[in-house]
């Protein structure tokens, strides 16, 4: 089956560009974005201008209402994604979010039960998971290269400064569903279970938002991991996964391009080259969740198998937890 899944995206900012210039590698008879939303129509203009697409829309109701789009892109700000993404759903739109999903559990579980009930395609965009070195791992572990695993540990660092840090408030942001959720979904990717245990620290900036946060996480059978994400020092960026046959480094664990598995054992996968210069680092590596959105849906599917929706939802409960344990949320509301 072959055909043309037709994108809106919502949202004008760095995030919107590498999208598109990542759509842009893929097949043009699979994909092809019909329109842009945001609320700053200049800004609309410029990223419809430079990609050459025809439909910009100021704010976000018409791109809702427009009939000839099947899939929503959603990377507005954290705070808005609960907001636009049930937009686009009661609209019967399928849609693909940035992470997080929701800013609670409550509003992640709300955007699933909604998608569910419409049987409309919903994925969180935790695009790290659509790696094939993520794959690659999978199949390393599930054969018993590593043997038993008993720990991960897993740093995220990225100095940043005070201005974007106070910022982040009104943003939504904050190291644990900006960096720490690429963490936790790791550990849960390899271990695929909840922790029964998990018990957090950290700093908050004078505006209230956690600018760093330290976590040990307790599994069933002996197995452990810990976490630590910082916005004020730039950390080694790796998961360490230890087995009892033997360890295995992750570097850029979050969109990782080579999986050393050992000395003489390396497997190193190429990006594709876009037709612009992206903001952030392996955005081309977007491009596999692009094409995940298309697989799933030719085939009818509402969700990926790698990426489901109660796995968004399991994420969202550990991420109010550790936020709960932080002090940003009480009791998780």
């Known amino acids: 089956m ?9 949202g004008v900012g760095m995030i919107a560009h590498d999208f598109i210039t990542a759509l ?5 008879h699979q994909h092809k974005v019909i329109a842009i939303a945001g609320k700053d129509l200049e800004r609309a203009d410029r990223l419809a201008s430079l990609h050459k697409i025809s439909t910009v829309y100021e704010g976000y109701e018409s791109l809702a209402r427009d009939d000839s789009i099947d899939i929503v892109f959603v990377s507005v700000l954290n705070l808005q994604h609960y907001e636009i993404t049930r937009l686009m759903l009661e609209n019967n739109k399928h849609v693909l979010c940035e992470k997080p999903m929701g800013m609670t559990y409550k509003q992640t579980k709300s955007l699933v039960d909604l998608a569910r009930e419409k049987k409309l395609f919903l994925l969180e965009g935790m695009w790290s998971r659509f790696f094939p070195a993520y794959d690659a791992l999978d199949r390393h572990i599930s054969s018993g290269g590593l043997g038993d695993i008993y720990h991960i540990s897993v740093q995220f660092g990225v100095e940043i400064n005070d201005i974007e840090r106070n910022l982040m408030k009104d943003l939504g942001g ?10 936790l979904q790791l550990v ?3 271990y695929k279970e909840p922790p029964v245990d998990i018990v957090c620290t950290g700093h908050l900036s004078k505006a209230g938002v956690d600018e760093s946060v330290s976590c040990a996480l307790k ?3 002996g197995r452990t991991a810990t976490l630590a994400a910082h916005t004020r020092a730039t950390m080694t960026n790796k998961a360490d996964i230890i087995g009892t046959k033997g360890n295995l480094v ?7 391009t080579v999986l050393h598995i050992s ?6 996968w190429s990006l594709p080259k876009g037709k612009y210069k992206f903001h952030f680092h392996n955005s081309a ?3 596999y969740q692009i094409q995940e959105c298309w697989d799933c849906i030719s085939k009818g599917e509402t969700e990926s198998p790698k990426m489901s929706l109660d796995e968004s939802i399991l994420l969202s409960k550990l991420t109010d937890t550790m936020r709960t344990q932080l002090g940003i949320l009480e009791n998780g509301l």
């Open 219 to 221: 599994y069933k059978d």
């Open 263 to 268: 000395a003489a054992n390396s497997t190193e």
């Open 250 to 256: 992750l570097d850029y664990f979050w969109c990782p």
């Open 174 to 183: 904050g190291v644990i569903l900006d960096l720490g959720i690429y963490m």
């Open 285 to 287: 590596g977007l491009s």
């Open 2 to 10: 072959d055909f043309q899944l037709r994108w809106g995206i919502a």
């Open 188 to 190: 849960q990717f390899i």
């Open 24 to 28: 842009g590698t893929l097949p043009a």
